[in-house]
């Protein structure tokens, strides 16, 4: 079995460099997350709260990513030192975000989550709801977020086709918001899409970003 260095260099080694890798260290101990960073992982993804806490107290060096759904109530405790939520599904948790953000004095990368699968259960704005969040006339009061892009999770199936299908029209969407919306603003730039099983398929339909457990960690170990 590969170490954890040798996996963090064959992805590497076939991923393009303009293609970040957040490390998606859910349920990882710290060892093993100083493993990657020693490696050259800069960025790790959490899907907990709680659990993000625990990690940042003990490796406060990463770069960390809220990718797991926010709740509102939550957000206090990582507006002081989260690098980007990339799980921004609602106006109203943007508001949050932006208000904790403020005082916290800092301006926090976001991106806005966009439903692509075909399972209900997983969360984001339709394509509607998504332009009328950007033509809402509260979004430019909040001064404290920044929007950096968009974020989707294909649906868990064995049809490679279907899923993408789904990024390419995620793809297409992000094209369109960064045409209309943010044309002047040059850091909307950021599309994380793709996971362990299809992070080449959503490379070759536009990710800049990946999200990536099993292949750099080895099995998600479940608590």
Known sequence: MNSIAQNINELRSIIPSRVKIVAVSKTKTVPKIREAM???????GESKVQELLEKQKQIPDAEWHLIGHLQTNKVKYVAPFVQMIQSVDSLRLLKEIDRQAGKAKRVIDCLLQIHIAREATKFGFSEPEAIELL???????????????LMGIA????DMEAVREEFKGLAAFFQR???E????HPFFCELSMGMSDDYSIAIE??????RIGSTIFGERNNK
């Open 205 to 210: 339909e536009g990710a800049t970003m990946v």
């Open 155 to 158: 649906t868990f199936t064995d």
């Open 181 to 184: 919306y943010f044309a002047e």
């Open 177 to 179: 918001i960064r045409r």
């Open 135 to 149: 033509e809402s006339n509260e979004l430019p009061n909040l001064k404290n977020v920044r929007i950096c892009g």
């Open 38 to 44: 020693d490696a050259g992982q800069i960025f790790f």
